[in-house]
């Protein structure tokens, strides 16, 4: 059975940094893409960062470029999104997403997903 949990949300101040995690069991996790979703009050969800197989390739959002680095540690089925300079508007619910045999666009764009984590909070205070 596929689990996808995430960890490492939290409430930090404006101009602050969080680092998410998430932990994959269940399958060969170098077999799946994977990425970062997130899901404001009122909002649709919308792919903020996603990362190829092997972790060679990353796609990200415009509105986090510069801002968030997505990143893969295949030996410890890890996913792990830093986010730096947060600002209000990235407060929402976080969601890990993975997509077998696709690639990091088809995640993030296509919404290609196979298993989607519980989600973790991240709230900016200003």
């Known amino acids: 059975q596929v689990q996808v949990v995430e960890s490492g949300g939290g409430l930090v101040q404006e101009g602050g940094s969080l680092r998410l995690s998430c932990t994959a069991s269940?399958?060969?996790?170098?077999?799946?893409?994977m990425g970062w979703f997130r899901q404001a009050p009122g909002k649709e969800r919308e792919g903020v960062s996603c990362?190829?197989?092997?972790?060679?390739?990353?796609y990200s959002a415009d509105s986090v470029k510069g801002r968030f680095t997505i990143s893969r540690d295949n030996a410890k089925n890890t996913l792990y999104l830093q986010m730096n300079s947060l600002n209000p508007e990235d407060t929402a619910l976080y969601y890990c997403?993975?997509?077998?045999?696709?690639?990091?666009?088809?995640?993030?764009?296509?919404?290609?997903?196979?298993?989607w984590g519980q989600g973790t909070q991240v709230t900016v205070s200003s």
């Open positions: 997403a993975i997509g077998q045999y696709v690639t990091e666009y088809d995640i993030c764009v296509r919404r290609w997903v196979n298993n």
């Open positions: 269940g399958l060969t996790f170098k077999d799946y893409a």
């Open positions: 990362i190829s197989r092997t972790g060679g390739d990353t």
